[in-house]
């Protein structure tokens, strides 16, 4: 049973830099995983921030930043604002055409 | 612009079926693969199913195989989400979101653009 896994909550002050990660209980999330990471406040749909690893999306601001750390895939915000305070998710690529999100981050800014 | 829009939720029994919709404006419809996704109150999302741009080939979440039909009529540009078999578990808000290619590969599997979502309700 594959799970992806990711920091329930977390915690950055404004203008600080915070990372989030995005793992699998079975092994090391590589590129060929083809992390995605997802924003998405309570109520609304979610918004693309990077695919592919760290390719940011249209109109996201270079503030946010994928890569791989380790074994986790990762998505860093430098400087974070106040309306970043939101759920973040990351999405993995399985294999055989099936993607898993992981449980998702609840970042609060304060 | 690239507008999704989903129709279909509402409330229906254990055992029953109900069939989402998702209509969509703004692009070539059969030029992009479509995904549903799901959100259960206060949870987190759930990747639920994918199809191909020509609708010839489908993939499943294990939580919904068998039970779940995903379909589209590019002539209507609309996405379709047959479910049967409803469970209270099924209970969640359904997006349906388009993913950048008509091809179902790892590096196209992300979204740029979602719908609003609609509410299924699993309850007797």
């Known amino acids: 049973q594959t799970v992806v896994t990711q920091e329930p909550a977390l915690s950055v002050s404004p203008g600080e830099t915070v990372t989030l990660t995005c793992g699998l209980n079975?092994?090391?999330?590589?590129?060929?995983?083809?992390p995605n990471w997802y924003q998405q406040t309570p109520g609304q749909a979610p918004r693309t921030l990077i695919y592919n690893t760290d390719i940011r999306s249209s109109g996201v601001p270079d503030r946010f930043s994928g890569s791989i750390l380790g074994n986790k895939a990762a998505l860093t915000i430098t400087g974070a604002q106040a309306d970043d305070e939101s759920n973040y998710y990351c999405?993995?690529?399985?294999?055989?055409?099936?993607?898993?999100f992981g449980g998702g981050t609840k970042l609060t800014v304060l | 612009e690239v507008q999704l829009s989903e129709s279909g939720g509402g409330l229906v029994q254990p055992g029953g079926s109900l069939r989402l919709s998702c209509a969509a404006s703004?692009?070539?419809?059969?030029?992009?693969?479509m995904t549903w996704v799901r959100q259960a109150p206060g949870k987190g999302l759930e990747w639920v199913s994918i199809?191909?741009?020509?609708?010839?080939?489908?993939y499943y979440a294990d939580s919904v195989k068998g039970r779940f039909t995903i379909s589209r009529d590019n002539l209507r540009s609309t996405l379709y989400l047959q479910m049967n078999g409803l469970r209270a578990e099924d209970t969640a808000v359904y997006f349906c979101?388009?993913?950048?290619?008509?091809?179902?590969?790892?590096?196209?599997?992300?979204?740029?653009?979602w719908g609003q979502g609609t509410l299924v309700t699993v309850s007797s």
């Open positions: 199809i191909s741009g020509s609708g010839g080939t489908s």
């Open positions: 703004g692009l070539t419809f059969d030029s992009y693969s």
């Open positions: 979101a388009k993913n950048p290619s008509p091809r179902i590969v790892g590096r196209l599997g992300y979204h740029d653009y």
């Open positions: 079975s092994g090391s999330v590589s590129t060929t995983y083809y």
């Open positions: 999405l993995l690529y399985i294999d055989s055409g099936i993607w898993m």
